[in-house]
């Protein structure tokens, strides 16, 4: 993808019947779900930060190519990050709701395991939450 936004293929795109910022949706859509299948042990969170900050690296090395280095290309990126995302993050509030009902959605954050161990392993760096386990 990085050879397709920085390299002289400007206008590809349109030959698929594509605007430009729905190649990056569906550019940076196709990213963050290939990088949540090959890496089912990372925090979802952290991989769609990292293809997002990857958007705005690209539109930031387009300036150097040559190209024109767009704000609303860089938001159509993120765009394609963040709905990749949202579905597993939908599906984790709602199974916090069908676990807990009594509580509020806040509450039932706090008490996640997954959000206690990530809380303690910034609190303490060598905590064991901090160990993989193999």
Known sequence: MAVLML?????????????DKAAHAIAFYGV???LFLISPTRRRDDLAV???????????????TGRSVSVGDFLAGAGG??????????????????RHPNLTLAQASAINRRRRARASAV??????ARIRRT
Do not use: D
């Open 32 to 34: 963050t779900v290939g």
């Open 123 to 128: 609190q303490n760096p060598a905590s064991p």
């Open 7 to 19: 390299g002289p293929f400007q206008g590809l795109e349109q030959a698929f019947g594509l605007n």
């Open 81 to 98: 990050a963040v709905a990749a995302w949202l579905p597993g993050f939908v599906e984790q509030v709602r199974h916090a709701a069908r």
């Open 50 to 64: 990292f293809v997002i900050a990857a958007a705005l690296a690209a539109e930031g090395l387009q300036f150097f």
